[in-house]
């Protein structure tokens, strides 16, 4: 049975809302409520692996776990590799789940849908896609699609490739790729020692890097889209819905 830790990686630079892991929702900064959606997933433990210390002082004060980590770090995976040696130098854990930590609204069982796919020993990352209905969406670059290779009747299928065109050609669906990712913790090694890709570079996704690396990536589709905080607009909608009922 694998072991799990769930990490969250966290900044405070963002070009549309800066300062968002403290952003006030429902009278907690959002970083508290994503933890909060973590730790109810129930798959292990979490900690919040983050680039300054206001961010771990605000989830400390809410009771949770946070590791402080080099601030210059290009990406999510390479903060959380650094967090997973800090916290785990023993390797209790085997697998890691990344949760991005701008999704304050997301459904638990979509965060233990993640990992499922690595009960199977042949891959090496799992993530997240659902469909896509609006054709908005499909020809939107900053919506990156999933080609995925889905059975008849599966839920889980190997990805192909990722890109922010609409592909594969032809009819059938497209699907949206959610940038929530499980780890085996020799993959995220692995992973965050490779080289940037040549697909990588053209397509800026660096989960290219991993296919182009021959590495094995499963996706588990599910029915809804986390909300995932950008702008003010969407720090405006998770307030709504994570408001006190009357």
Partial sequence: ???????????????????????????????????????EAGLGPVHVACAEAEIAAAV??????????????PSGSDR???????????????????????????????????????????IDI??????????????????????????PGADTGLALYFSRNAVPAGPGPLWHHIGIYAYRRDALAQFVALPPGVLEQREKLEQLRALEAGMRIAAVRVDTLPL?????????????ILAPSS
């Fill in 60 to 73: 400390r004060a809410a009771g949770g776990m946070a590791v402080e980590t080099d601030p210059n770090h």
């Fill in 228 to 240: 995932g905080v950008d702008t003010p607009a969407d720090l405006a909608r998770a307030r709504a």
């Fill in 126 to 151: 799992a993530t997240l896609v659902t469909e896509i209905h609006d054709p908005g969406e499909a020809a939107n670059p900053n919506v990156v699609k999933a080609v995925v290779a889905f059975a």
């Fill in 1 to 39: 049975m694998n072991r799990t830790v769930i990490l969250i990686p966290a900044r405070m630079a963002s070009t549309r809302l800066p300062g968002k892991p403290l952003a006030d929702i429902a009278g907690v900064p959002m970083i508290v409520q994503v933890w909060r959606r973590a730790m």
């Fill in 80 to 122: 959380i590799a650094e967090a997973l040696a800090r916290i785990d130098p023993d390797r209790r854990f085997d697998v890691v789940v990344n949760l991005q930590g701008d999704l304050p609204t997301i459904d638990a069982a979509i965060v233990r849908a993640v990992a499922t796919p690595l009960a199977d020993p042949a």
